[in-house]
């Protein structure tokens, strides 16, 4: 009887359409480059603008010369991406680490014969022991600051957490330029944005999952707020015990990035951003960065506010003894204000043997048809329950429940 109740309660569980992803938190490539003395030389070999570069789509037509709806040279942010979790292509199953990211939309792991010293160091997909695989043979290329990432594409059987997507069309990497794809602590990528940001032809891995009635509903939620343990990417639904209701929702004003209205930013509880705009501002809710991102002189005037000090790598250092008492900043959107503390917007690093302190913001420039730009990582989205709705194109927050005591 027990063995029946369980098995109703497995079935229960796959028609309501939950599948949990652990995503295991590592530290950034940033982060490693830091402790290892290494950080400068590198962006001094890598002079790029980190974050107009990955939302290049963002500029009017006139300032860069684009496709319509791509977005370029995205692997500069994930200097700072700290969560992965797991995936399997092929048959029987190959295993790759992928940042799971809602600021890209294309699926790629490096190939069996990649040439590049990167694919050293992670695992290779070997197509010639899948049984489900298909060779596309069309090549691709995504443009970094280091150079291009040249593959081939393909399709083949793919597996997230429970969920199998068959014939899902994704990169086979055979060149990827660069000293940043060698010490990543990621094999590929796994994009959850729209559509319209692929540089690969046929349908997101999301796309897909609800083509294929592979989720009960067309929604994915992150939960990322687990000190010490992993946090969590959930498939087709939300759950229930990890936030308090109401769900504060904004609908995607461009169906790109997952790109919603920010209403103000907010100091110690006076506005102090965004205020002036009859649209307010606008904001990229990104998964595949750890950071907050603005316009460089908001965000130049809010580091002078919290008292940081800058570097010569465009970081900002503040007094680890000074975390309790730096002031509160407050992100409003549709109506509700989310607060940050000085201990949540503050990243602690070591350098030798010392612990340093650098705040989460990041200067950035990024015009769009709304107004200024805002990019909202992991700093804000551990703060919060997040939810993605392609069935409704919106974006919704809601409260953590606050964690048992052990």
């Known amino acids: 009887m027990k063995r029946i109740l369980l098995l109703l309660l497995c079935c229960l569980c796959f028609v309501r359409g939950l599948v949990r992803i652990p995503l295991i938190k590592k530290p950034s490539l940033r982060s490693h480059l830091r402790a290892s003395d290494q950080l400068e030389d590198f962006l001094k070999d890598h002079q790029v603008d980190v974050f107009s570069r990955r939302y290049s789509q ?41 940042v799971f990211d809602t600021g890209s939309a294309d699926l790629w792991v490096p190939s069996f014969y990649c040439v590049s010293p990167a694919c050293a160091s992670h695992h290779k997909f070997k197509a010639f022991e899948s049984s489900t695989y298909i060779r596309d043979g069309r090549v691709f290329g995504i443009h970094y600051g280091s150079g291009h990432l040249l593959g081939v594409l393909a399709k083949d059987l793919l597996k997230v957490g429970s969920l199998a997507v068959e014939n899902q069309e994704f990169g086979e990497s055979v060149y990827e330029p660069g000293l940043s794809f060698v010490m990543t602590k990621f094999d590929g990528v796994l ?72 209403d103000a930013v907010k100091v110690q509880g006076t506005t102090s951003f965004c205020k002036a705009d009859a649209n307010s501002c606008q904001a990229v809710v990104d998964t595949g960065t750890s950071l907050i991102a603005g316009p460089a002189m908001d965000i130049l005037f809010l580091q002078q506010l919290i008292g940081a000090t800058p570097t010569p790598f465009g970081e900002f250092l503040v007094d680890c003894s000074r975390i309790s008492s730096l002031p509160v900043i407050s992100f409003v959107i549709n109506g509700v204000e989310y607060s940050l503390t000085g201990e949540m917007y503050v990243k602690k690093d070591v350098i030798g043997d010392r612990g340093v302190c650098f705040t989460g913001f990041q200067a950035v420039d990024i015009t769009s048809l709304f107004g200024p730009m805002w990019v909202l990582g992991d700093v804000f989205l551990a703060q919060v329950y997040s939810v993605f709705d392609r069935g409704q194109d919106r974006v919704g927050f809601a409260r953590l429940k606050a964690r048992p005591t052990e």
């Open 58 to 98: 963002c500029y009017p037509p006139t300032l860069v010369s684009l496709k319509p709806g791509k977005a370029a040279e995205r692997l500069y942010n994930y200097m700072d991406a700290q969560y992965f979790g797991l995936i399997s292509l092929g048959t029987p199953g190959q295993n790759f680490t992928v």
């Open 191 to 262: 994009g959850l944005s729209y559509p319209s940001l692929s540089d690969e032809l046929g349908a997101p891995v999301f796309d897909n999952l609800i083509n294929q009635n592979k989720v009960e509903k067309p929604i994915f939620s992150f939960y990322l707020n687990n000190p010490g343990k992993e946090g969590e990417l959930l498939l087709g639904a939300v759950d229930e015990d990890l936030f308090v209701r109401p769900i504060n929702w904004s609908p995607v004003t461009v169906k790109g990035y997952w790109q919603i209205k920010m």
